[in-house]
């Protein structure tokens, strides 16, 4: 299950990619975050933490891994940022997600599952 959880971030990076080529800033924003979503969820899974939430799965990366060290705060910060950004992208229809944010997201949300896969193959 958390190999699988790492492969679908990884995936669904790509396909951000690709909506970010298309400039469908909106959807690629999206998709960022369902990336680290995945990465995130396959930490939590593999020290046998339960969420049944996306504001769950991010508590409990604060919790677990920022509030303690295991993982830099400003990881934490940007989750939470992609969180807002797709929520805002997804149910306000006078929002859209800008071609900066996006660019600027797409290599912090590589290095954070980067970080998210060597941590799990570590453990």
């Known amino acids: 299950m958390v190999n699988r959880e790492i492969e679908r971030a990884l995936h669904t990076l790509q396909v951000a990619s690709r909506l970010m080529d298309d400039e469908e800033w909106n959807e690629a924003a999206g998709r960022i975050y369902y990336a680290i979503f995945h990465a995130v ?56 997600v800008s071609a900066e944010d996006v660019r600027e997201s797409m290599p912090q949300a590589k290095e954070m599952i980067d970080t998210i896969a060597a941590m799990v193959k570590e453990q």
């Open 41 to 96: 969820s396959a930490l939590l899974i593999q020290n046998h933490i339960q969420v049944k939430s996306h504001k769950g799965a991010y508590t409990m990366l604060c919790q677990h891994y920022v509030n303690t060290g295991k993982i830099q705060k400003r990881f934490g910060d940007f989750y939470r940022k992609m969180e807002i950004l797709r929520e805002r992208s997804e149910y306000d229809c006078f929002f859209d």
